[in-house]
């Protein structure tokens, strides 16, 4: 357990609908991730973020942002949703140490954009 | 850019019997690691499996083990005594040393377990 929440897990929304999803850290990892898994394509990067305030694209980051003021949260913002974007949502950390550099995974949230 | 691929979309084995799932990678870069994750129906992403390019060595976890083949830039995953528990998809991913350590998956092995 690499103590990860992420929030929510299940929900719908309707196009042109502003979304966020938080993960949630306990651990102080400086490193954090979004992921976004769809048939086909494994999971893609969406955004990560390096430390509090420091944040980059992945490959696919149209259409989302992302912010962290704090160490323990990082924010998936979807500013209008479409139904391009419905998937299920990772947030992950990295953990090095004994981890060896290991990247851990949340429980997903699934979102159904109708 | 480093790129993963997984050329079996779908794998199936006899339970108790030896299975290996294919992954291929690209990269420029000498130092790296690789791993391989389990995501069983309830779509949690496990950790099965670590390598370090620097190592000769396979790695190998209880049942798990791996292939690394640094020239051919090949790195399977041998499941032996397979079990019902062991059907998932499965997901080769990279990683690099160097940079935002951000990981780089293949599309997914999806393993049947047939009694």
């Known amino acids: 357990d690499a103590g990860i929440t992420q929030s929510p897990r299940h929900k719908v929304t309707e196009t042109g609908t502003p979304v966020t999803l938080r993960c949630h850290q306990t651990?102080?990892?400086?490193?954090m991730y979004w992921y976004r898994q769809d048939p086909g394509h494994g999971l893609r990067l969406i955004h990560y973020?390096?430390?509090?305030?420091?944040?980059d694209k992945g490959e696919v980051s149209d259409g989302y942002s992302v912010s962290r003021s704090k160490t323990e949260d990082f924010l998936l913002t979807l500013e209008s949703a479409t139904s391009s974007q419905t998937s299920v949502y990772f947030c992950?950390?990295?953990?090095?140490?004994?981890?060896?550099?290991?990247?851990?995974f949340g429980e997903g949230s699934w979102l159904t954009v109708v | 850019a480093q790129t993963v691929t997984q050329s079996q979309p779908e794998m199936s084995v006899q339970e108790a019997e030896t299975v290996t799932l294919s992954c291929t990678y690209d990269t420029s870069e000498s130092d790296y690691y690789l791993f391989w994750y389990k995501q069983p129906p309830s779509r949690q992403m496990i950790l099965v499996i670590r390598?370090?390019?620097?190592?000769?060595q396979n790695a190998t976890e209880n049942r798990f083990s791996v292939n690394f083949q640094k020239a051919a830039k090949s790195f399977s995953l041998k499941i032996s005594d397979s079990q019902l528990g062991d059907a998932a998809m499965y997901f080769c991913a990279y990683r690099s040393a160097y940079g935002n350590e951000k990981l780089t998956f293949g599309t997914g092995t999806r393993l049947t377990i047939i009694p």
């Open positions: 992950a950390i990295s953990a090095g140490g004994f981890s060896g550099n290991t990247i851990y």
């Open positions: 390598q370090e390019a620097y190592k000769q």
């Open positions: 973020s390096y430390g509090v305030k420091d944040t």
């Open positions: 651990e102080n990892h400086r490193y």
